[in-house]
T-cell receptor, first 116, second 117 residues
């Protein structure tokens, strides 16, 4: 149980285009998902907390208009990198928590984004 | 200030030996949770073990055990009988405050473990 998937696993795009990354909880419902960013050889940095049916909560320094998060259902959250630039190239990874009592976060396999 | 500190950027261990990965944390909360995750080269984050601040016994999960020393604010991961497949990055993470819902994790900088035959 507690499987989280991400799609696509990697994407290459031209500067200026928008890229959408999907995060799905496959065998449980997740009212809250988390989006992280990881640069090479660095740790994970939380970007935002995605809440089903409401606006995402962004961490300080993360541009809301740049990284659009939509949590449309209990099993799907999407991260859209708008007008991507080379500095947005990174590894994006989502996680989900099963419920309030089981506090372990289960992570998706991640998405590698390369912006040319 | 760093919330989670992993002082070992890299560790080497021979197959079948035990290895300890260090993690210290900084919090003023009485209630918190500590996690260890493994990240292979493929990138996925694999949950290994969890320790709650009020848990009196050290957590164990198979070959993984967490050496929790609350007074020292350390939560070291011990891997017994290392296997070649244990080669990966290992991250220590903390959830601060009481578990009242969905709360974010703060991660350390990670330790790269290499297991040699």
């Amino acid at each position: 149980g507690a499987v989280v998937s991400q799609h696509p696993s990697w994407v290459i795009c031209k500067s200026g285009t928008s890229v959408k990354i999907e995060c799905r909880s496959l065998d449980f419902q997740a009212t809250t998902m988390f989006w992280y960013r990881q640069f090479p050889k660095q740790s994970l940095m939380l970007m935002a907390t995605s809440n089903e049916g409401s606006k995402a909560t962004y961490e300080q320094g993360v541009e809301k208009d740049k990284f659009l998060i939509n949590h449309a259902s209990l099993t799907l959250s999407t991260l859209t990198v708008t007008s991507a630039h080379p500095e947005d190239s990174s590894f994006y990874i989502c996680s989900a928590q099963i419920d309030r009592e089981e506090e372990t976060q289960y992570f998706g396999p991640g998405t590698r984004l390369l912006v040319l | 200030a760093q919330k989670i500190t992993q002082t070992q950027p890299g560790m080497f261990v021979q197959e079948k030996e035990a290895v300890t990965l260090d993690c210290t944390y900084d919090t003023s909360d009485q209630s918190y949770g500590l996690f260890w995750y493994k990240q292979p080269s493929s990138g996925e984050m694999i949950f290994l073990i969890y320790q709650g601040s009020y848990d009196e016994q050290n957590a164990t999960e198979g070959r993984y055990s967490l050496n929790f020393q609350k007074a020292r604010k350390s939560a070291n991961l011990v891997i017994s009988a290392s296997q070649l497949g244990d080669s990966a990055m290992y991250f220590c993470a903390m959830r601060e405050g009481p578990n009242t819902g969905f709360q974010k994790l703060v991660f350390g900088t990670g330790t790269r473990l290499l297991v040699s035959p």
